[in-house]
């Protein structure tokens, strides 16, 4: 939380972030085409929307709102200079979201969290509720999903990447859970890898 008090000024100066990957993505951007994005709460999330809109487009953001509401209005005013919108969690969320990618807009969301509904899909082991948003929206539209994972390399310095795009063309239940496993497993990786870099604040697991 105390970093965001420095993001504004990364977003001014961003030498401290490091951006692998991000080449085929910034020619969907030029071609105004649609993308989906994933990653997890890992070094400093915000640091991949400050360098996308830099060196790609700026993101429209899922984002679950800060309990406090003084909180959430100091996170909104933060984002505000370097995104495209904040979509909230729910419906009226969701309605945004397709609009966005009817749009060509790029859309990121952090899916490692609690959920509260969607499918149970293993998650290192255990069955998770996992929303189903990521895969069924990249079906519906027919847009890539690209995994991004941000890396804490030491202090204020960061290493983002973006890795190659899935691709979820069945938005049938079994379409849908077989893309959500292979998101869960992607998640997994980058946690044994970094487990001190992961933010896990809420019970993920129903059992």
């Known amino acids: 939380m105390t970093e965001y008090a420095a993001l504004a000024r990364m977003y001014a100066a961003p030498t401290n972030i490091e951006l692998i990957g991000y080449e085929p993505l910034a020619a969907l951007a030029r071609s105004e085409k649609p993308a989906i994005l994933f990653g997890a709460h890992l070094g400093n999330w915000e640091i991949v929307p400050i360098v996308l809109a830099l060196q790609s487009k700026p993101l429209v953001i899922v ?47 952090l899916v490692d969290q609690k959920s509260n509904t969607g499918m149970e899909i293993p998650f290192f082991g255990k069955g998770a509720y996992t929303a189903t948003a990521v895969v069924r929206m990249a079906a519906r539209f027919g847009c890539p999903v690209f995994p991004i994972r941000t890396e804490r390399i030491e202090g204020l310095k960061f290493k983002v990447t973006v890795e190659e795009p899935f691709m979820f063309s069945d938005e049938s239940d079994d379409g849908v859970r077989i893309g959500l496993t292979k998101i869960n497993r992607r998640l997994e990786d980058w946690i044994k890898e970094r487990p001190d870099q992961w933010l896990w604040m809420h019970k993920r697991w129903p059992k």
Request: proline share 4%; charged share 25%; net charge positive.
């Open 63 to 109: 984002y679950r709102a800060a309990n406090n509401p003084l909180t959430d209005s100091i996170i909104k005013d933060i984002r505000r200079s370097y995104t495209a919108g904040m979509a909230p969690k729910g419906s009226s969320g969701a309605r945004q979201v397709m609009k966005a990618l009817k749009a060509g807009e790029h859309v990121i969301m």
